[in-house]
């Protein structure tokens, strides 16, 4: 790998400099693009060299455990690349019920926390080693095969290129997650959190993502706060396969779920802009509900009775559930809306005008929620394709198409329209939850439409392969801009400066000092707006909350600082948009700066009167 990045290096050198070349002949440079894919290809291979282990672990059990429960579940009629590539989702839920359960054991019984976390991996290894032996996965070697794992070996590296531009994961929830996953793996250290197993009942919490995390760190040996980022790319890695089966599931149709696939992967900027919000719990449930609806839905038709498929269900529906509990409202969701779709939609297809104008009443419909889709779904290429494909979804799968009309329908009523009724109402779903999980439903339809299109030409070979393929470039196209495989600047708390700050601080502030630090309100929460919300869980540090835009020049500022009775106070201004305005700081008379690298400058209380 290492000799790989090497030649990768000096090729990227060499092109560089005749683009040089170019942009110095001729005025301009059409290889700005290519640079930043191959920046983008250096990068992510430099982090798969550096987690290597980790990655192995995760895909490798998540793989072994899914292949034998998808071989155990009964009689589920599936293509055999689909189940290959379905079984890392399915896995995947069954890990996060297994390293929770594995949580309680190293709880209870620390010293055998580590040991037994190797049980999962081994017995997937063995799995995989007896499926080879039994030539279960002989069929997969063919082009076809080759094709899809080169593609999601390329995913793979273009999201841990994320992690090359990030110190600790992003924003204002990160900090909180870190904290849990410490007092999972170290409980001395993680008690700050007020959130463990130790008051589980009194503050409940998803812990499934960070069970999960817990599990590969006992392993690995990786930081905590590396492995949250790390685990946080490989769920989005595994996410659009997750589509794969559920499009499979309902279509039939392998090219229709491999383009669900690949437009859930690099059509819109969600659910990747979910890691720049620190979602992780919520990124890792939607990540495989697709997959597990998929084996719920196949296996209540043929094997409801089979106990076997029973006790496997119930352990995924609780795997997933640990991950978050509300996918749990989607899930009844999606069976409600099946059960309806059956009685409001034709089975049969439906003319060409009649599925034109379900299509628009479709777009009609997401009116409410069109600025969040605004935000995260309106890449252009992609909206094309996307409109395009609709009628074809509903004229060949049109319950398939109602279903998804409702579900989204169901899912905005009950995330957007109680707000609007009662204020500070807690919903089932919030706003962020709906707009990372729409790329789903959205993903389903194009898959379905991808299939109605390919119907139309039955005998035209060399037309499907035209029209396929330029489908498969529209929707690629906005992935190469980039807007979900590097961290966006406005969730990106913790810098450079920052870490020199804090090593400063580590060596300099007393323990018992008091440092302030920026916040503003969201949601009706609290929540830190710079690297200062890191101070508690890196140094133990005793922190307040002081809203960003409070006025430094104030009094009654002034005073509302000296009335919190310690020796010595602090106040920490970082270099976000939200941080404390380091204009009125540097004028104050009663403050003087005690560090100050870049945009990050820690101030000292010297006085409680105007000098």
């Known amino acids: 790998m290492a000799k790989l990045y090497s030649n990768l290096i ?78 890392f989702s399915i896995g995947c839920a069954a890990l996060f019920l297994i390293s929770y359960l594995l949580i309680w054991v190293g709880y209870f019984i620390p010293p055998l926390f580590v040991p037994a976390s190797f049980l999962p991996l081994l017995f997937s290894l063995f799995v995989i080693g007896k499926g080879i032996w039994d030539g279960d996965f002989k069929p997969l070697w063919n082009l ?18 994320f992690l090359k531009h990030i110190l600790l994961p992003s924003y204002s929830d990160s900090p909180i997650h870190y904290q849990i996953v410490v007092g999972l793996i ?7 959190a007020n959130l463990s197993l130790g008051n589980i009942f009194g503050q409940y919490y998803h812990f499934g993502f960070h069970g999960l995390t817990a599990w590969l760190i006992a392993i690995t040996g990786t930081a905590p706060e590396n492995a949250i980022s790390l685990v946080g790319q490989l769920l989005l890695t595994i996410a659009p396969l997750s589509v794969v089966a559920l499009v499979y599931a309902w279509t039939k149709n392998v090219h229709g779920a491999l383009f669900g696939g690949l437009i859930a992967a690099t059509g819109w900027a969600m659910p990747a802009f979910a890691v720049n919000w620190g979602k992780f719990p919520a990124l890792g449930a939607l990540a495989i509900a697709p997959a597990v609806l998929a084996f719920l839905g196949q296996g209540l038709r043929v094997d409801s009775r089979n106990k076997t498929w029973i006790v496997l269900a119930l352990g995924l529906l609780a795997g997933i559930t640990l991950a978050h509990t509300r996918i749990l409202v989607c ?22 005008f009649a599925s034109v104008r379900l299509s628009v009443l479709f777009l009609i419909s997401l009116w409410p929620i069109h600025q969040l889709i605004f935000d995260f779904y309106s890449a252009i290429p992609t909206a094309v394709a996307w409109i395009v494909l609709l009628p074809f979804a509903f004229r060949s ?49 194009g898959g379905a439409g991808f299939v109605g299109v390919m119907k139309s030409w039955p005998k035209r070979a060399a037309a499907q392969r035209s029209v396929g393929v330029a489908l498969c470039l529209l929707v690629t196209l906005i992935f190469f801009r980039g807007r979900s495989l590097l961290p966006n600047p406005c969730c990106v708390y913790f810098r450079e400066e920052d870490r020199q700050a804090f090593a400063w601080m580590e060596e300099n502030v007393p323990p018992d000092s008091l440092i302030l630090i920026s916040s503003f309100e969201g949601d009706g929460k609290i929540m830190g707006a710079d690297a200062g919300i890191w101070l508690e869980p890196l140094l133990n540090g005793n922190t307040n909350k002081i809203n960003f835009d409070v006025n430094w020049n104030s009094e009654t500022t002034m005073l509302e600082v000296c009335s919190m009775s310690r020796k010595q106070i602090f106040i920490y201004a970082g270099g976000t948009p939200f941080s404390f305005n380091h204009s009125q700081l540097a004028t104050s008379a009663w403050v003087e700066a005690a560090f100050s690298d870049g945009t990050t400058i820690l101030y000292r209380v010297t006085g409680c009167s105007p000098k």
């Open 331 to 352: 899930l009844l969701l999606a069976a409600i809306i099946y059960l309806l779709s059956k009685k409001l939609a034709p089975s049969d297809e439906l003319g060409f």
């Open 186 to 192: 170290r409980p001395e250290e993680g008690g700050a």
């Open 144 to 161: 076809r095969a080759a094709g899809v794992a080169l593609a999601l070996f390329s995913l793979l590296v273009a999201r841990l290129a």
């Open 397 to 445: 799968f049109p319950r398939l198409a109602v279903g998804a009309f409702f579900y989204i329908l169901g899912c905005w009523l009950i995330a957007i329209a109680p707000p609007l009724l009662i204020e500070n109402i807690q919903t089932p779903l919030d706003r962020q939850f709906l707009e990372m999980m729409l790329y789903v439903p959205f993903a389903a339809l």
């Open 10 to 87: 000096k090729f990227k050198s060499g092109w560089q400099k005749w683009q040089k070349w170019k942009r110095g002949r001729m005025g301009y440079c059409s290889g700005d693009i290519m640079n930043f894919m191959w920046s983008l290809i250096l990068d992510g291979l430099s982090v798969l060299d550096v987690y290597k282990e980790g990655i192995a672990v995760f895909f490798l059990t998540s793989f072994g455990l899914g292949h034998y429960i998808l071989k155990r579940g009964g009689k589920q009629e599936m293509d055999l690349g689909i189940r290959f590539l379905s079984s």
